[in-house]
């Protein structure tokens, strides 16, 4: 029974994000999620007392997969300025595949109820660019003599980007290549000279393998970083 009404539950986190995103925060309403959800209304006050509690927990989720899938590129063993590269890719392909993430987005836009501590996707967001900005600093792959409140910036300003461009509706592939052509411009401005050469610029799994800090190439943490974006849309 309770695996069962953890997946209703779940369902309905899944409609009210595709209804939120598609629709905004006004015009979505209970009865068309529930629709969406294939459930009763019943069941769906039964898991939420309000619209508003459903837009929380459709928050709630964006910001945990942005979490649990920084988390997991970061147990790849790549290094934190590849993560983070790895990490706009992933948000990129997420904009298009899991509707919590642009929902939250939008949710942040349109002015629903003020975001509880921690569902907030866009200070989410920010934050774990900067996380992983000072995690590369600090694993010496930044230019040496660099501001880092223009490198901060700079990175967070184009990264925040993706979304603009998610939003549009180019083919997939076309956002993937911009994404990476941002790494092309981007790198050489962040790194010591040539060392661009060392990460990877594209999706997971293409040429050429990155590095870890001071490494040779290594397949295998780009097999398991590919890993992360299984479920995502292609």
Not at 123 to 151: K, Y
Not at 174 to 186: C, D, H, I, K
Request: proline letters at 6%.
């Amino acid at each position: 029974m309770q695996d069962r009404s953890e997946r209703t539950r779940r369902k309905l986190v899944h409609a009210g994000a595709e209804m939120f995103n598609r629709l905004g925060y006004a015009n979505a309403t209970l009865t068309g999620i529930a629709t969406c959800a294939g459930v009763t209304k019943g069941a769906l006050y039964f898991h939420f007392a309000s619209k508003d509690d459903l837009a929380e927990a459709v928050r709630l989720r964006g910001a945990e997969l942005l979490h649990e899938s920084v988390g997991a590129l970061r147990a790849t063993g790549l290094s934190p300025l590849q993560t983070l590269v790895d990490t706009t890719h992933w948000l990129a392909r997420g904009l298009r595949g899991e509707p919590a993430i642009p929902a939250g987005l939008r949710l942040a836009r349109e002015g629903a109820e003020p975001a509880a501590p921690g569902t907030d996707f866009h200070q989410a967001w920010l934050t774990a660019v900067c996380a992983l900005l000072r995690q590369a600093r600090d694993a010496g792959e930044l230019r040496p003599g660099l501001r880092w409140e223009s490198i901060e910036s700079l990175v967070v300003a184009a990264s925040c980007g993706i979304e603009a461009l998610a939003a549009t509706g180019i083919p997939d592939a076309e956002l993937q290549r911009r994404v990476a052509g941002m790494w092309s411009l981007l790198l050489p401005s962040l790194v010591p000279a040539g060392a661009e050469a060392d990460f990877r610029t594209g999706l997971p799994g293409t040429d050429p393998a990155p590095r870890l800090v001071g490494e040779a190439p290594d397949d295998a943490a780009d097999t398991r970083s590919r890993r992360v974006f299984t479920g995502l849309a292609a």
